[in-house]
């Protein structure tokens, strides 16, 4: 019987010699962040369940997801969230309208036609976009696309609409959407490109049958971070769209979201501990169920589809 050759005088190559006290440490600062960002997390949750069970204490649960009032800061207040979530839906459906075809047609452009000068000069410059503040967004849709584009289009559109500031939205979110779905397209094997292009497809023919499902988790995984950063958007929904509740699909009116509602209560004369306090928190855990339940799809949808090349 033979046994493995080991190195001159007898020393195993593979033995470790001495203690990595910098691998160590650097396992500890990992397991540190990791720690932390899973108790930061919790705290949120806690921070904004325990007044929402208080309130729906007060509330019942059904009044609060199937009445179409929301009044908690009038003489005679009601606490039905459905206009809140009609404008969060009607804005955020705008806005994806707007970045989704985009966002993933920028992507194609810059995965499979740009020239590599030409993609390292757009793509930066796309994602500035990415770096202006959401207020300028904000004053953007309100006095230049509601008063300069959409009047002459629309002359009877309010002031304060979501239309513009869905298309506004969706611009501020192109610049997410297209990075990501860029960054999966180029990680896609070239030799899936070449063997295309030996069965004679067109360059158009393979980017869309062939780079786009062996790339799908990925853009799955954009659209939804888009999505989420368009439904958890505040400053934009709060200047362009009004702090008006309002039931309704026409994007031609004012509407309030669930955001632009905790941020103008949370910033009034609301009494800390009162009904109307609490219902804050209420609508922040709606709108963190929302998200959760949407990042739980987007999760099975990315594992559904994940392609691993080697």
């Known amino acids: 019987m033979t046994t ?19 691998e160590a440490i650097i396992k500890g600062v990992l397991v540190l962040a990791a720690t932390v960002s899973l108790f930061t997390t919790f705290g949120i949750v ?7 069970l208080e309130f729906f204490g007060e509330i ?4 609060f997801l199937f009445t179409t009032t929301w009044t908690p800061l009038f003489a005679n207040p009601q606490y039905g969230v459905l206009p809140l979530v009609m404008g969060t839906l009607v804005i955020t459906l705008i806005a994806i309208a707007v970045a989704i075809p985009l966002g993933l047609g920028s992507a194609i452009y810059l995965s499979e036609y740009a020239s590599p000068r030409a993609r390292r000069v757009l793509k930066p410059t796309l994602e500035v976009l990415a770096g202006i503040p959401t207020v300028v967004f904000g004053f953007f849709a309100l006095e230049f696309i509601t008063q300069v584009v959409l009047v002459n289009i629309f002359p009877g559109i309010q002031v304060f609409n979501a239309l513009s500031a869905g298309l506004v939205m969706g611009i501020m979110i192109i610049p997410t959407i297209a990075s990501l779905s860029e960054d999966a397209m180029a990680a896609v094997p070239g030799g899936l490109r070449d063997g295309a292009y030996a069965l004679g497809a067109t360059k158009r023919q393979t980017a869309l049958r062939v780079v786009i499902p062996a790339a799908l988790s990925g853009i799955v995984a954009a659209f939804v971070l888009g999505i989420s950063r368009a439904i958890g958007e505040t400053m934009i929904v709060t200047i362009a769209a009004g702090l008006q509740p309002n039931m309704t699909l026409n994007p031609l009116e004012g509407m309030q979201t669930m955001t632009s509602y905790i941020a103008a209560a949370g910033a009034g004369d609301v009494a800390t501990g009162s009904i109307e306090y609490k219902s804050i928190f209420a609508v922040g855990l ?14 099975r949808l990315v594992r559904r589809y994940r392609q691993a090349y080697q």
């Open 4 to 22: 493995a050759s080991s190195a001159p005088g007898g020393l195993n190559p593979l033995r470790q010699t001495k203690p990595r006290y910098g």
């Open 46 to 52: 806690i921070s904004v369940l325990i007044p929402s």
């Open 60 to 63: 019942s649960l059904g009044e």
């Open 286 to 299: 709606l709108l963190f169920v929302i998200t959760f339940v949407m990042n739980m799809i987007s999760i």
